[in-house]
């Protein structure tokens, strides 16, 4: 009887202590287990040691990913890893965005950003206005505006907003007119009045500065006149800036629903700071106009 005691006393003891044990590991495990990693707390912009917030960003070379160049440094700072996609069209970086695999692009303005969602589906939404490039018109075979002889070819970009914009600074400087009401959508078809019959060249944005030497004159993009190395001391003439800076400012875009994310805010912030404003009036001076 004292051995059974025994064994019986035993075994109320060994179970006793499992039970205790069990209870203990029970309330380790009950922590939920993002409380205990530092990394998945960890808000933008702190710069504690640990993995970088990644930032996917896609732009043309000049000036936007130049701009970026410097912003990047800023956001490294936080703790942020911005990553510059390059880009040489229109398209893609706008789709890429939409489909996710950038969480942001600068290269466009407003107007034509509106256009493309219009036209393509897309939910592309400015997070900020960054800087205007006023448009102009550069010398090819011509050297002058009065020097355009009848039948002279002209080159002007064919995406819907910018041939727009080209068509109206041609009907600014008095060689043609467009239909009334024409607008922001107008193409070579609202033409109404082209007494010396121009020829004109809708071309792809990018191959404007390529074959500039194959027309008379062109109507380029800013960025693209960047890229090729023409400064504003080679335009034949530019559009009004107090007319074209709001419809045509350039933006960060990104897809709808992601405005508030914090590393988009900071992008923002960084993108619209002394630093950059700085930076663009020393490359560029009156080629890109800080709009903040």
Excluded: W
């Amino acid at each position: 009887m004292k051995k059974i005691s025994k064994f019986l006393a035993l075994g109320l003891s060994l179970a006793l202590s499992l039970s205790l044990a069990a209870c203990g590991n029970g309330t380790q495990s009950s922590t939920p287990p993002d409380t205990q990693s530092p990394e998945s707390t960890q808000p933008v912009g702190d710069s504690k040691p640990g993995a970088p917030i990644v930032i996917k960003v896609g732009a043309t070379p000049a000036p936007h990913a130049a701009v970026l160049e410097v912003v990047k440094e800023l956001l490294k700072e936080q703790n942020i890893d911005l990553q510059i996609q390059e880009f040489d069209d229109y398209i893609l970086p706008n789709t890429a965005v939409e489909d996710g695999s950038l969480d942001a692009n600068y290269f466009q303005h407003i107007t034509y950003m509106n256009n493309f969602n219009e036209e393509n589906g897309t939910h592309l939404v400015s997070v900020a206005e960054v800087h205007y490039e006023p448009f102009a018109i550069y010398a090819g075979k011509t050297a002058s505006l009065d020097a355009l002889a009848d039948g002279a070819v002209i080159a002007v970009p064919n995406d819907g907003t910018n041939e727009a914009r080209a068509l109206m600074l041609l009907e600014a400087q008095g060689l043609i007119k467009l239909r009334e009401g024409a607008g922001l959508a107008a193409t070579k078809d609202d033409i109404a009045e082209n007494p010396h019959n121009y020829e004109i060249q809708e071309l792809t944005a990018n191959l404007l500065t390529t074959t500039l030497q194959d027309v008379d004159i062109a109507i380029i993009n800013g960025n693209y006149a960047l890229g090729a190395g023409l400064s504003e001391d080679d335009a034949l003439a530019f559009e009004d800036a107090a007319t074209a800076a709001a419809p045509y400012v350039n933006v960060l875009a990104v897809k709808e629903g992601r405005e508030d994310d914090p590393s988009i805010q900071a992008l923002v912030k960084a993108l619209q700071s002394d630093e950059v404003k700085q930076f663009m009036l020393n490359a560029y001076g009156n080629a890109v106009v800080p709009a903040f």
